[in-house]
Protein backbone atom coordinates (compact mmCIF):
# COMPACT_ATOMS: atom_id res chain seq x y z
CA UNK A 1 0.00 0.00 0.00
CA UNK A 2 1.30 3.47 -1.28
CA UNK A 3 0.36 6.27 1.29
CA UNK A 4 0.53 9.82 -0.98
CA UNK A 5 0.57 13.14 0.91
CA UNK A 6 0.51 16.16 -0.86
CA UNK A 7 1.39 20.13 0.52
CA UNK A 8 1.75 23.22 -0.61
CA UNK A 9 -1.26 24.37 -1.90
CA UNK A 10 -2.86 28.00 -1.09
CA UNK A 11 -3.97 31.12 -2.16
CA UNK A 12 -1.87 33.54 -4.81
CA UNK A 13 -3.22 35.92 -6.90
CA UNK A 14 -2.88 35.69 -10.51
CA UNK A 15 0.58 35.90 -12.03
CA UNK A 16 1.90 34.21 -8.78
CA UNK A 17 3.52 31.29 -7.91
CA UNK A 18 2.98 27.70 -5.82
CA UNK A 19 5.13 24.50 -5.12
CA UNK A 20 3.51 21.76 -4.47
CA UNK A 21 5.04 18.66 -2.86
CA UNK A 22 3.92 14.98 -3.03
CA UNK A 23 5.62 13.06 -0.38
CA UNK A 24 5.00 9.06 -0.83
CA UNK A 25 5.24 6.45 1.51
CA UNK A 26 6.20 3.61 -1.08
CA UNK A 27 8.73 1.36 -1.12
CA UNK A 28 10.89 1.70 -4.62
CA UNK A 29 9.76 5.13 -4.98
CA UNK A 30 12.08 4.70 -8.38
CA UNK A 31 9.79 2.09 -9.47
CA UNK A 32 6.73 4.72 -9.73
CA UNK A 33 5.69 7.00 -12.52
CA UNK A 34 4.17 9.93 -10.56
CA UNK A 35 1.28 12.03 -11.56
CA UNK A 36 -0.68 15.74 -11.00
CA UNK A 37 -4.26 15.92 -11.47
CA UNK A 38 -6.78 19.02 -10.63
CA UNK A 39 -10.58 18.94 -10.47
CA UNK A 40 -12.27 22.45 -10.16
CA UNK A 41 -15.72 22.37 -8.75
CA UNK A 42 -18.21 20.92 -10.90
CA UNK A 43 -15.40 19.83 -13.49
CA UNK A 44 -13.79 16.39 -14.47
CA UNK A 45 -10.91 15.76 -12.79
CA UNK A 46 -8.22 16.19 -15.79
CA UNK A 47 -4.66 15.80 -16.24
CA UNK A 48 -1.45 18.48 -15.29
CA UNK A 49 1.71 16.29 -15.72
CA UNK A 50 3.46 13.38 -15.12
CA UNK A 51 6.52 11.85 -14.68
CA UNK A 52 7.71 8.27 -15.49
CA UNK A 53 10.02 5.83 -13.26
CA UNK A 54 12.56 4.77 -15.69
CA UNK A 55 13.92 7.75 -17.32
CA UNK A 56 12.01 10.66 -15.89
CA UNK A 57 10.09 11.51 -19.09
CA UNK A 58 8.14 14.16 -17.96
CA UNK A 59 4.53 15.63 -20.49
CA UNK A 60 2.24 18.00 -19.41
CA UNK A 61 -1.22 18.99 -20.33
CA UNK A 62 -1.22 21.71 -23.00
CA UNK A 63 -2.70 24.48 -20.97
CA UNK A 64 0.16 23.65 -18.37
CA UNK A 65 3.15 23.67 -20.52
CA UNK A 66 5.50 26.16 -19.94
CA UNK A 67 4.14 27.02 -16.86
CA UNK A 68 3.91 23.85 -14.77
CA UNK A 69 7.28 21.96 -14.19
CA UNK A 70 7.25 18.63 -12.70
CA UNK A 71 10.32 16.99 -10.82
CA UNK A 72 11.16 14.16 -8.48
CA UNK A 73 13.94 13.26 -5.74
CA UNK A 74 13.99 10.04 -5.48
CA UNK A 75 15.77 9.87 -2.22
CA UNK A 76 13.04 11.93 -0.15
CA UNK A 77 10.21 9.73 -1.65
CA UNK A 78 8.85 12.88 -3.39
CA UNK A 79 7.92 14.82 -6.56
CA UNK A 80 7.22 18.38 -6.84
CA UNK A 81 4.97 20.37 -8.93
CA UNK A 82 5.89 24.01 -9.48
CA UNK A 83 3.89 26.25 -10.71
CA UNK A 84 3.85 29.63 -12.32
CA UNK A 85 2.06 32.19 -14.20
CA UNK A 86 -0.99 31.09 -12.23
CA UNK A 87 -4.41 32.01 -13.62
CA UNK A 88 -8.02 31.75 -11.68
CA UNK A 89 -8.66 28.95 -14.22
CA UNK A 90 -5.95 26.78 -12.50
CA UNK A 91 -8.10 27.17 -9.34
CA UNK A 92 -8.89 23.50 -8.21
CA UNK A 93 -7.98 21.08 -5.89
CA UNK A 94 -4.88 19.32 -7.30
CA UNK A 95 -3.75 15.55 -6.27
CA UNK A 96 -0.90 13.35 -6.75
CA UNK A 97 -1.25 10.11 -7.96
CA UNK A 98 1.12 7.03 -8.42
CA UNK A 99 1.39 3.87 -10.74
CA UNK A 100 4.07 1.45 -10.16
CA UNK A 101 6.32 0.53 -13.50
CA UNK A 102 3.66 3.19 -15.38
CA UNK A 103 4.32 3.66 -18.74
CA UNK A 104 1.00 3.53 -20.27
CA UNK A 105 -2.13 5.75 -20.47
CA UNK A 106 -0.72 8.33 -17.99
CA UNK A 107 -3.06 10.92 -19.04
CA UNK A 108 -5.99 9.55 -17.96
CA UNK A 109 -7.26 9.37 -13.98
CA UNK A 110 -7.69 5.52 -14.18
CA UNK A 111 -4.23 4.69 -14.93
CA UNK A 112 -3.63 5.37 -11.45
CA UNK A 113 -3.27 3.11 -8.56
CA UNK A 114 -2.85 5.50 -5.33
CA UNK A 115 -3.94 8.57 -4.85
CA UNK A 116 -3.39 11.45 -2.35
CA UNK A 117 -6.14 13.78 -0.51
CA UNK A 118 -5.43 16.48 -2.51
CA UNK A 119 -4.17 20.46 -1.80
CA UNK A 120 -6.45 23.30 -2.24
CA UNK A 121 -4.97 25.64 -5.15
CA UNK A 122 -6.69 28.80 -5.18
CA UNK A 123 -5.81 31.81 -7.66
CA UNK A 124 -7.72 35.17 -7.31
CA UNK A 125 -7.64 37.84 -10.27
Known amino acids: QVQLVESGGGSVQAGGSLRLSCAAS????????MGWFRQAPGKEREFVAH????????YYADSMKGRFTISRDNAKNTVYLRMNSLRPEDTAVYYC??????????????????WGQGTQVTVSS
Open 26 to 33: ARFFSSYT
Open 97 to 114: AAKQWGVLDLIKSDAYAY
Open 51 to 58: ITWNNGYT
